[in-house]
Antibody
């Protein structure tokens, strides 16, 4: 079965960086875009960007363009999202999610359990 | 950038009743999906491409709409349906996604 398992909670200081991992299994890793979505406490969902495991190409939401980097390790079917220059308003749960459609972007059908990132001095 | 507005922000409904949730876009949308999220859980895909139910989603969930106005209808609310619902639009250019702010469905 398809599974996405994320790394654990992190506490970071303002200005630092955080890297969240997303270990996938149960499907052809290179066939489906991997997205990252975040959710601040008590707030809604915010799409951050995607990475195409087939090409390594990325597409970031404009809001995160200069601070986010999405990468892969295809040998272990794992994706990573690194966010730099953290601020207190980056405190959120960060989810990875698989695109439902092979080789395209449509919507997200399988999600990781989320990783809480807390930014505090 | 396309902005999505969802209404109402909160909907109070009794079990067995119908719930109608609205999602409006600031400009025409070519692709829309709906998600359900319960406390402490990741979102779950309910509806994709406006009206197609995702795998395993009960028939009481249905989607409709076009252009800028979309609706999620839950025909007879079950206790497990009380949750927050988000719409999601996909843009072809620039490529990307936007979520609506969500509608909370509470027990009346």
């Amino acid at each position: 079965q398809v599974r996405l398992v994320q790394s654990g909670a992190e506490v970071k200081k303002p200005g630092a960086s955080v890297k969240v991992s997303c270990k996938t299994s149960g499907y052809t890793f290179t066939g489906f875009y991997l997205h990252w979505v975040r959710q601040a406490p008590g707030q809604g969902l915010e799409w951050m960007g995607w990475i195409d495991p087939n090409s390594g190409g990325t597409n970031y939401a404009p809001k995160f363009q200069d601070r986010v980097t999405m990468t892969l390790d295809t040998s272990i079917t794992t994706g990573y999202m690194e966010l730099s220059r953290l601020r207190s308003d980056d405190t959120a749960i960060y989810y990875c999610a698989r695109d439902r459609t092979r080789y395209w972007y449509q919507d997200f059908d399988y999600w990781g359990q989320g990783a809480l990132v807390t930014v505090s001095s | 950038e396309i902005v999505l507005t969802q209404s109402p922000a909160t909907l109070s409904v009794s079990p067995g009743e119908i719930a109608t949730l609205s999602c409006r876009a600031s400009q025409s949308v070519s692709y829309l999906a709906w998600y359900q999220q319960k406390p402490g859980q990741a979102p779950r895909l309910l509806i994709y491409d406006t009206s197609d139910r995702a795998t395993g989603i009960p028939a009481r969930f249905s989607g409709s709409g076009s252009g800028t106005d979309f609706t999620l209808t839950i025909s007879s609310l079950e206790p497990e349906d009380f949750a927050v619902y988000y719409c999601l639009q996909r843009s072809n250019w620039p490529p990307g996604f936007t979520f609506g702010p969500g509608t909370r469905v509470d027990i009346k």
